[in-house]
């Protein structure tokens, strides 16, 4: 057990919907990473945040925002979805950037 | 080009045997991650490195700086081993952001 904690597991929803998921990071880690896996591109950054703060912004679209609020945990949400968004959405947290990362379960999302 | 090339990119092995997995990158990296993802898709960090050589159990992990190049061995595999195996750069400066392998797919038969 990582102790990262993703919600919900799966998500099926019909595209130009938004939605959320939630990571709540390892206990005391202050960082946390989002990243998208899918089928034709493997898995890509999409954005860190740092004790409340955006540190680094890779490959997210501006449909997709993040935030980090003051308990540590996070969400991603995806709005305007498009069947192309469906992925497996990871978080991971450290406690430094420069730790090693601990990677939650993954939010499979699935857009009809 | 990917900044990040990983392989094989398929890998079946006998149990017991000796395997090796590269990772050549062309960018400027602060460390080198492996992973491990299982079947069921969950993400197991395995190593960070950023020099020379680290071992855990039946796992050792190289990254040689000047050449950019790491390399991911399991000595004696079982097929419990069995799962996809992804490197991944970590830029320096600033932004400290993973850049993926595209991973190898390692299926040990017993």
């Known amino acids: 057990d990582s102790g990262v904690t993703q919600t919900p597991k799966h998500l099926i929803t019909a595209t130009g919907q938004r939605v959320t998921l939630r990571c709540s990071p390892r206990s005391g880690d202050l960082s946390v990473y989002w990243y998208q896996q899918s089928l034709d591109q493997g898995l890509q950054f999409l954005i860190q945040y740092y004790n409340g703060e955006e540190r680094a912004k890779g490959n997210i679209l501006e449909r997709f925002s993040a935030q980090q609020f003051p308990d540590l945990h996070s969400e991603l949400n995806l709005s305007s979805l498009e069947l192309g968004d469906s992925a497996l959405y990871f978080c991971?947290?450290?406690?430094?950037?420069?730790?090693?990362?601990?990677f939650g379960n993954g939010t499979r999302l699935t857009v009809t | 080009k990917n900044e990040v090339e990983q392989s094989p990119q398929n890998l079946t092995a006998q149990e017991g045997e000796f395997i090796t997995i590269n990772c050549s990158y062309s960018?400027?990296?602060?460390?080198l991650h492996w992973l491990q993802q299982h079947p069921g898709g969950g993400i197991v960090s395995l190593f960070m490195?950023?020099?020379g050589k680290k071992k855990h159990g039946r796992l050792i992990a190289t990254i040689n700086i000047q050449e950019k190049h790491s390399s991911l061995h399991i000595t004696a595999s079982h097929p419990r081993d069995s799962a996809v195996y992804i490197c991944?750069?970590?830029?320096?400066?600033?932004?400290?952001?993973?850049?993926f392998g595209s991973g190898t797919q390692l299926t040990v038969l017993p």
């Open positions: 991971a947290s450290s406690g430094t950037p420069n730790s090693p990362l601990h």
């Open positions: 960018v400027g990296i602060s460390a």
């Open positions: 991944a750069a970590l830029s320096s400066g600033s932004a400290r952001q993973l850049t």
């Open positions: 490195l950023s020099s």
